[in-house]
């Protein structure tokens, strides 16, 4: 049996990169393989490692569980739950783990030089030990797999770097080495705006990605004004991955039509983006629109999302207090 962790940030709205990188291969794969134990966790303490706003912070977990829910994650099937709720267990194993993370490889990571930006020196300490937490989140749950788009994978890495370290320093056989689950043709989607760079939640421009709340008319907008190139489509995927903008628009078809980027250039190869465009639009919204309206009507109803929510909390924490438990006395504490 696979035991399946992944979690998502409360910062803000999702975004077709969080969908088609990880949230639909979730789905997937709690359809696929209904054997698997699913550990969903919105990752709240996360989220305040970049400013952010206390007033909102309730509500934006309540959307991403909602989002969960609303794009197939079934609470029966899989425990959907707030980190902060097992947060006293998942800091307290961060704080072990801590003792065994070497600085020069947090030194190394490169979503943290990303988001400190130039100021790096003023950036917190909880930005800097981002992965330590989110090794703790995984090694918690002795998570066996973990699926996740590909700006996850170096953080995976050091979870099982940590680990491996900890199972040699204590000369015990006891953390799961998690295996990354990098799923789907579309691990990696990038801005609207500019194919060099991820799709974010916190890119400036909102025309930069599609928010899973956007209604038809804006997605439309988006799709219609995202860059281009001014060549029509081409018939191999060695010239589309010369050209960046192309290669994302056509990578979002194939993943949405849970197709492959060949398929989608055999159909539109020598096509204008004025033909296009439309048409992924279309698709975009066809795949979309049932997952926003659901998720608005699960809003209605907060109640109800937070008796999920407790209820995969209570699943979360029975698994993971006697593990934090077995660490503490392999690690020699006392009681
Ligand atoms: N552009 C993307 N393409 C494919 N997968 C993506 N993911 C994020 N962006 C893309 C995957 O979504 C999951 C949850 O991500 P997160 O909420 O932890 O935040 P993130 O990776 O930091 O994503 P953002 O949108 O860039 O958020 P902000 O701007 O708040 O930092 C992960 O599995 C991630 O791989």
């Known amino acids: 049996m696979k035991r399946i962790l992944s979690g998502m940030q409360p910062t803000s709205q999702l975004h077709l990169g969080n969908y088609l990188g990880a949230l639909k291969n979730w789905v997937d794969l709690q359809n696929s393989e209904p054997d698997n134990q699913n550990l969903y966790c919105v990752v709240d303490m996360h989220a305040i490692t970049m400013p952010y706003d206390p007033a909102t912070l309730k509500k934006a977990t309540r959307e991403i569980a909602a989002a969960y829910i609303a794009a197939g994650i079934d609470p029966d099937k899989s425990a959907i739950f707030a980190q902060s709720a097992v947060g006293d267990l998942h800091a307290e194993l961060m704080w072990l783990l801590a003792t065994m993370t070497q600085i020069g490889k947090l030194n190394r990571m490169t979503q943290f030089k990303d ?17 330590v937490l989110m090794a703790a989140d995984i090694l918690i749950y002795q998570a066996t797999h973990v699926p996740v788009g590909e700006d996850q994978k170096q953080h995976l890495e050091i979870t099982r770097d940590i680990a491996s370290t900890f199972n040699h320093r204590y000369g015990q056989d006891f953390f799961t080495l998690p295996e990354p689950m990098i799923m789907g043709s579309a691990t990696r989607v990038m801005s609207l705006r500019d194919g060099t760079k991820k799709m974010s939640k916190s890119a400036e421009s909102d025309l930069s990605r599609i928010n899973l709340t956007d209604d038809a008319d804006m997605i439309m907008d988006k799709i219609k004004r995202a860059k281009t190139d001014p060549e029509p489509l081409p018939d191999n995927l060695p010239d589309l991955e010369k050209r960046a903008e192309a290669d994302n628009l056509i990578t979002i078809y194939a993943a949405l039509a849970s197709t492959s ?75």
């Open 261 to 335: 980027k060949e398929q989608v250039l055999a159909e539109f190869a020598g096509q204008n983006f004025s033909i296009f465009k439309p048409k992924l639009a279309e698709l975009t919204i066809e795949k979309i629109a049932p997952i926003t309206s659901r998720m608005r009507e699960l809003l209605q109803n907060p109640d109800e999302i937070d008796q999920i929510l407790h209820a995969g909390a209570a699943k979360a924490r029975a698994i993971a207090a006697p593990n934090v438990q077995k660490v503490k006395e392999i690690m020699g504490f006392w009681g």
């Open 115 to 131: 988001k400190a930006g130039k100021n790096a020196e003023k950036a917190g300490l909880g930005l800097y030990a981002y992965p």
